[in-house]
């Protein structure tokens, strides 16, 4: 179903910008169709945009917070009519399945509808008398925001910046991955229309954009998801001029399952398999890692196959019947591979789960089977790093201090799932160190955009969703103003 290749523009200013140089965004799943083209922005542009947004920001922060709401809501409106468009084109230049895409779609919507519906109660000052006098608490905006985003949830990974930054006043410079480009860009040009000039930028490129973004002088924040290698030179670029940051980051997140787990319970396998491979393992907030009880292992890992040949079918990201599509670029499947050969090497057994669809269109995208891996060592490289693909190390513990450790000992923190009895599982999650838990439950259904999300440890520093994820992008200002002048105190 090729389509022609769209080309998507910078914004700055509120002008579309187009480049000289332009990279093709192929189509994972047939790599040889070029789904569109990107601009590849240069340092120069970058700092163009910089200082559109903080032009901007002069009389943005002034603004009343109702219009903001108005000119949010009206640009959620037309996100929605756009989706059916939209979803199609992040399908083809992602690989996600259709169903897939247009979920991201809908959180996006629903977390920008709650940021409206909310951002006043996170804006408004308060008054506090006292005998002193009184003191006004402001909650600011806090100036030219840098937001980057990776390429996995493309959409909503922007808009959960984009909606709170603009809302409580702030200007912002978006710079989405290259291995997604295109659906977002779309995205970004129907906000931005309809709010003033340079309130919203978006510049595309790789890391010499991002660095410009990190570190020019005239951003105050940097809103960032994405790996915590990168995250780590963020931090160095940013130092110079003290940003301030939400990082959202990698994670290695354990599914733990105990002993009064029912391993026939056909809904909660269900849950479990898709949770672990949907969007083909590339979320970061899915088990990376399954510790099941000894007791159950054997019958777990027999079970959880059975539920996986129903329900892993690897195809067309278009085809009905397609939960899993392929994997987003050549270099993730190399990373991926290269984890499971290791363990292979070193003696683990490699099992196929689920079907593929069309094995002719298999051998040409970017396409793997998932996989469960079992017989590893506790810290073998599959079981310690973030795969960030489908392929999924099971292992057996023995006691809860055991899995404690094994969970706690990871530089991550991002999220977790314990199953089992609730009493059980919520006296294990309370000793886990992660930013959320979801008690029989995972990935999507464990999401909530009303509550905090962000990781521990090296998954990351702040939090974004909530009425928290709004105030990130506030800074708190307190005026004093005594009722009457005090004398300083000086010896006479
Ligand atoms: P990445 O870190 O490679 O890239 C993320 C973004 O940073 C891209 O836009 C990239 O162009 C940009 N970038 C690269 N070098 C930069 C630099 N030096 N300065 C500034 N920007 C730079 O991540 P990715 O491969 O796109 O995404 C996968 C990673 O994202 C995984 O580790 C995953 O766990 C993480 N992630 C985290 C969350 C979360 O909420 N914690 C959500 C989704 C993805």
């Known amino acids: 179903m090729a389509t022609e290749p769209i080309t998507v523009h910078a914004i700055i200013n509120g002008q579309p910008i187009s480049t000289d140089k332009k990279q093709p965004r192929e189509n994972p799943a047939n790599p040889e169709e070029i789904v569109g083209y990107a601009p590849v922005n240069s340092r120069e542009d970058t700092v163009q945009a910089i200082e559109a947004a903080y032009q901007a920001f002069g009389s943005w922060k002034t603004s009343a917070v109702e219009e903001r709401i108005e000119r949010m809501r009206r640009a959620i409106e037309k996100l929605r009519a756009a989706i059916p468009d939209l979803a199609r084109l992040l399908s083809r230049e992602h690989g996600k399945p259709l169903y897939d895409a247009e979920g991201e779609f809908a959180i996006s919507l629903m977390w920008m509808e709650f940021a409206c519906d909310h951002v006043k109660e996170v804006v408004q000052e308060e008054v506090r008398q006292h005998e002193k006098g009184k003191t006004i608490i402001s909650h600011d905006p806090i100036g030219v925001v840098s937001a980057i985003t990776p390429w996995n949830y493309p959409i909503s990974l922007s808009t959960i910046k984009i909606a709170p930054a603009i809302l409580t006043g702030n200007t912002m410079v978006l710079k989405p991955s290259p291995f997604a480009p295109l659906a977002v860009s779309k995205v970004a040009e129907i906000i ?82 898709i949770s672990n491979f949907l969007t083909a393992g590339q979320i970061c907030m899915i088990a990376k890692r399954v510790y099941v009880h000894r007791s159950l292992y054997d019958e777990f890992v027999k079970k959880y196959r059975e539920a996986a040949d129903k329900w892993i079918r690897v195809g067309d990201p278009f085809h009905p019947q397609v939960t899993i599509g392929p994997v987003n670029n050549l270099g993730q499947v190399k990373y991926v591979q290269s984890l499971i050969d290791d363990a292979q090497q070193r003696g683990a057994e490699v099992i196929k789960l689920g079907k593929v669809v069309d094995p002719e269109l298999f051998e040409r995208g970017y ?64 000793r886990i160190e992660a930013g959320t838990t979801m008690i029989n439950t995972a990935a999507v259904q464990g999401l909530d955009v009303r509550f905090p999300f962000g990781g521990v440890k090296q998954s990351g520093v702040g939090r974004e969703y909530g009425l928290e994820g709004i105030r990130s992008y506030t800074e708190t200002h307190v005026i004093n103003i005594p009722t009457e002048l005090e004398l300083p105190y000086i010896p006479e």
């Open 192 to 273: 931005s229309a309809e709010f003033p000039p340079g309130v919203l930028n978006l510049v595309h490129g790789e890391a010499d954009v991002g660095v410009e973004l990190t570190s020019h002088p005239k951003v105050a924040k940097i809103a960032f998801t994405g790996g915590t290698k990168t995250a780590k030179h963020i931090i160095k670029a940013a130092s110079e001029t003290i940003k301030k940051m939400t990082l959202e980051l990698g994670g290695n997140d354990a599914a733990i399952i105990l002993p009064g787990f029912d391993v026939n319970d056909e809904r909660a396998m269900r849950r479990l398999v």
């Open 367 to 430: 396409f793997m089977q998932p996989t469960i891996v079992l017989g590893c060592d506790y810290h073998d490289p599959i079981v310690v790093e973030e795969q960030f693909g489908p392929t999924l190390p099971i292992l057996p513990f023995d006691d809860e201090e055991q899995v404690i450790a094994l969970h706690n000992e990871s530089i991550y923190g991002l999220t977790s799932s314990v199953w089992g009895k609730e009493e059980d599982a919520i006296r294990v999650a309370r």
